[in-house]
């Protein structure tokens, strides 16, 4: 039998109970006969306490610095590492044998970028080695070290980026994905009531939910599956019921226009105004960004009848800090009258189904839908298969609900 790959994400393992059930899990796979490494996650909401007081210690009295990043790493990389230690003990309390490591003992080596690093190579034979010698391998997730051995993390949620990676390098036959929820939703349940668990979905659409704001799953995790084949299945840590399994895309999923709905919340929309309209200045602008390893998306490009253009893109809330100086530094070499306006009083609804490829009228459908309920819609994006309505934050839970109904994702296929 094959190797299995199973992470178990904060609230799987957020306190003793909940490890030993981790550790019971993994233990009966290993007595099914598979190979078994276990990624963990920190327990409960550690990240984001330490987060907390990384920020109480750089905003002391008169203080007030955004933490260095390598300290932060430092400093975030220890969430994991007390979860790995306890769920080998927990393991060895119920009679079986395991051995723990962090993303540095496994040779987990990353770029340089703290807080998104990316991985780029693991060694696996102290892995095989422990497999061969009977031990179920826990292994820390969302952390690695760089060449020289510093710590770095692979962003929120970056366990998932540890899974899939291991899962590729190990050849696993499945990574199983432990969480609090039964699996990948038609939207958010805790926004629609109706949300119905999918049972399968492609990489290209799961990378578009959570592109879109679905939060199971990093964005990164899910290209990396796609780019490896590895197959992920999502389930809930409290039950033993299928979850959600994704895949590469069958002809079936073809018949599914849409297959999901997103809102992303906590985006910012960068406009910046007046650049002159000539070859070169977006490619200035884009490289000049993606420079600071920062994400963008929606970009929109309007060209006005004075020889200047508007070029508008989001960001991610977490990503405006260090964004603001890139555009100040890019306005400034352009010159003239251009400058830049931020909003934050956003939102992005979007739907996505590999069917749009094949079906026509699903964009009419959603806005007719944000329509008839008197949702301005600000700005449109679209991909082969998604179409994404930026509109007023407020209006954000009422649209994705809207458009829920509108594509009856409530009903079983
Ligand atoms: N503990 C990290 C976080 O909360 C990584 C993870 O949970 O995947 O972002
Ligand atoms: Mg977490």
Redesign the pocket.
Same mark, same amino acid.
């Given at each position: 039998m094959g190797l299995i790959v199973q992470k178990f $994400? $904060?609230s799987s393992v957020a306190d003793a109970e909940r490890i030993h059930r981790a550790a019971a899990r993994a233990m009966a796979a290993r007595n099914s006969g598979h190979e078994v490494v276990v990624v963990v %996650?920190?327990m409960g909401e #550690? #990240?984001d306490d330490l987060i907390q007081l990384a920020k109480d210690v750089c905003e002391y009295g008169q203080c007030k610095i955004p933490p260095p990043k390598r300290e932060m790493d430092q400093l975030l990389a220890t =969430?994991?590492q007390v979860t790995i230690a306890l769920i080998a003990m927990a393991i060895h309390a119920q009679g079986n044998e395991a051995i723990s490591f962090t993303g540095g003992q496994i040779g987990l080596v990353t770029d340089y970028a703290f807080s998104k690093a990316r991985i780029q190579s693991i060694n696996k034979q102290r892995i095989f080695d422990q497999l061969k010698a009977g031990k179920i391998v826990i292994v820390a =997730?969302?952390q690695g070290v760089t060449p020289e051995g510093d710590f770095t993390t692979l962003g929120? $949620? =970056? %366990?998932?980026a540890t899974l899939v990676a291991l899962g590729a390098v190990l050849g696993a036959e499945v990574c199983e994905n432990y969480t609090d929820v039964d699996g990948i939703f038609t939207a958010d349940p805790r926004i629609v009531k109706k949300a119905r668990k999918i049972d399968r979905i492609s990489y290209d659409e799961m990378l578009e939910l959570s592109g879109l704001g679905a939060s199971v799953l990093q964005t990164r995790a899910v290209e990396f599956a796609k780019k490896y084949n590895v197959k992920l299945h999502v389930r809930n840590s409290q039950n033993d019921r299928p979850g959600t399994w994704i895949e590469a895309e069958t002809r079936n999923m073809e018949h599914i226009v849409v297959s999901g709905a997103a809102l992303k919340k906590d985006l910012v929309a960068v406009t910046i105004k007046e650049v002159p309209d000539k070859p070169g200045v977006a490619a200035r602008i884009f490289s000049e960004i993606a420079t600071h390893n920062i994400v963008v998306d929606d970009i929109i490009q309007t060209v006005n009848d004075n020889g200047t253009a508007f070029i508008s893109f989001t960001v991610e809330h977490g990503d405006v800090t260090d964004i603001r100086p890139v555009v100040d530094k890019l306005i400034s070499d352009l010159g003239g009258k251009t400058q830049a306006i931020y909003r934050d009083d956003l939102c992005k609804v979007s739907v996505v189904g590999v069917g749009m490829r094949s079906h026509t009228g699903v964009a009419k459908r959603m806005f007719e839908a944000l329509a008839d309920s008197s949702i301005n819609i600000e700005n449109i994006t679209t991909s082969e298969i998604k179409i994404s309505c930026i509109i007023k934050k407020e209006d954000g839970h009422r649209a994705l609900q809207l458009v829920h109904d509108a594509f009856e994702l409530e009903k079983a296929r």
């Open positions: $994400g $904060g %996650s920190a #550690t #990240t =969430g994991e =997730g969302f929120r $949620g =970056g %366990s998932n």
